[in-house]
């Protein structure tokens, strides 16, 4: 009966432990119980605290139009069930029985609601945050972290296919990302989830949008300081997934006419002027340049270190 406990209780949700103390409770509480065990308790504070149809009128409103009502979903959720300190099999069970009722496409959202980026201000989630621009790795991490959660081995509910489908429905919440918050995404949650993802559209055929994305990958290894050798072993392993040389060559050419075209588009937006206070164009521009060099110098020492040694 403790105000704080309850989903709608407490008067200041962001400044009050009272949902960090009740999730340490329950994480001592429940500790060594069998999992069918841990689905009553869910399922009783599922039921308690009317989370079932808060959830419901979240995922069947417009993103953002009940901003409050998402806050306290997202403040139980991270403080009750998914208790900073559990242990990643424990919070990959809760998280398993968060998402699992709903569609693929609820759960996507589901998940954003939960860990995508909030304001610093008030702690409502910011929904337009991976559509406007090209976002940071802390606004990221806490997809990264639930997506690598879902694709691990503690997951046993959770298919490869299934974290694959998650990640291209949680790419258009609430409206398709730009693809270098797409890339930047991958990029943190891991080589295995990034290139099961990649191999995905490898396999169905999807060269032009596979090129894409892997030029988006280039930039983000050099806007955020990666090893570029990282993304041409990404692109060695990619090539390996194509059945026939015509597919492989296919893609290596589809992946320089979409740096041809990033080129020259982002050459077009600063001849035509197009500044803000950043001169955010001209800067794209640099990096955008510097990825493609750093990108080609590391295949070409690659091939010439292989060619140096036959």
Request: aromatic share 10%; with cysteine.
């Amino acid at each position: 009966q403790v105000s704080c406990f309850r989903l709608n209780g407490c008067a200041s949700p962001l400044h009050c432990l009272g949902l960090q103390c009740y999730g340490v409770f329950l994480q001592m509480l429940t500790a060594g119980w069998d999992e069918l065990e841990c689905h009553r308790v869910f399922n009783f504070l599922w039921e308690l605290s009317s989370l079932a149809r808060k959830v419901q009128t979240v995922l069947s409103s417009k993103p953002g139009s009940a901003r409050r009502l998402e806050l306290r979903i997202r403040l139980f959720c991270r403080g009750v069930l998914l208790s900073p300190g559990s242990r990643r099999s424990d919070s990959a069970f809760w998280l398993t029985r968060i998402l699992k009722p709903w569609p693929m496409v609820n759960q996507a959202r589901l998940l954003y609601i939960i860990f995508g980026p909030v304001s610093s201000r008030d702690g409502h989630v910011v929904w337009q945050k991976m559509i406007e621009g090209p976002t940071d790795e802390t606004s990221l991490k806490g997809l990264a972290d639930a997506i690598k959660l879902l694709y691990g081995t503690e997951a046993r509910e959770w298919t490869a296919d299934d974290v694959i489908s998650l990640v291209d429905e949680l790419s258009v919440v609430p409206q398709e990302w730009l693809m270098e918050n797409n890339a930047r995404l991958l990029l943190l949650s891991g080589n295995s989830i990034c290139f099961t993802f990649m191999a995905s559209k490898a396999v169905n055929g999807r060269a032009v949008e596979l090129a894409r994305l892997m030029v988006f990958m280039v930039l983000v290894c050099e806007k955020d300081l990666y090893c570029m050798d990282w993304a041409v072993r990404m692109m060695q392993k990619v090539c390996k997934v194509f059945s026939t040389p015509w597919e492989r060559n296919n893609f290596l050419q589809c992946l320089e006419n979409s740096f041809a075209r990033m080129l020259m588009d982002t050459l077009q937006a600063v001849l035509a002027g197009e500044r803000d206070e950043e001169d955010s164009s001209f800067l794209n521009l640099f990096h955008l340049m510097n990825a493609q060099a750093n990108f080609h110098k590391e295949i070409l020492c690659m091939a010439m270190g292989s060619s140096s040694s036959t």
